[in-house]
């Protein structure tokens, strides 16, 4: 049974720093390119970036040079750190998975439960 285990969210003020995790069990990992979207309430799923098995990280251009996202190959973990936090990124992180090629939102083979992210003023 394939499970995306999305942790780490939680309420921080404007300006912090969170890393979120994705532990992945059930696949073989480094056959999955793995990505990182929000949902934010009333809001449509945003693509923030995804990471080959191997290679360049591919970001969105909202969140290029303030996000970072990197796996862990034998720890089976995906991460996406958040810097420079503001209340617009307040949403629903979710980690995605797809074997080989970079997910999209409509292109997955996987998708996680989501953690929520709440940033305050």
């Known amino acids: 049974q394939v499970q995306l285990v999305e942790s780490g969210g939680q309420l921080v003020h404007t300006g912090d720093s969170l890393r979120v995790s994705c532990a992945v069990s059930?696949?073989?990992?480094?056959?999955?390119?793995m990505g990182w979207f929000r949902q934010a309430p009333g809001k449509e799923r945003e693509f923030l970036g995804a990471?080959?098995?191997?290679?360049?990280?591919t970001y969105a251009d909202s969140v290029k040079g303030r996000f970072a996202i990197s796996r862990d190959n034998v720890q089976n973990t995906v991460y996406l750190q958040l810097n420079n936090l503001k209340p617009e990124d307040t949403a629903v992180y979710y980690c995605?998975?797809?074997?080989?090629?970079?997910?999209?939102?409509?292109?997955?083979?996987?998708w996680g439960q989501g953690t929520q992210v709440t940033v305050s003023s």
């Open positions: 059930g696949l073989t990992f480094t056959q999955y390119s």
């Open positions: 995605t998975a797809r074997q080989w090629a970079l997910p999209t939102a409509h292109d997955y083979d996987y």
């Open positions: 990471i080959p098995a191997t290679g360049y990280v």
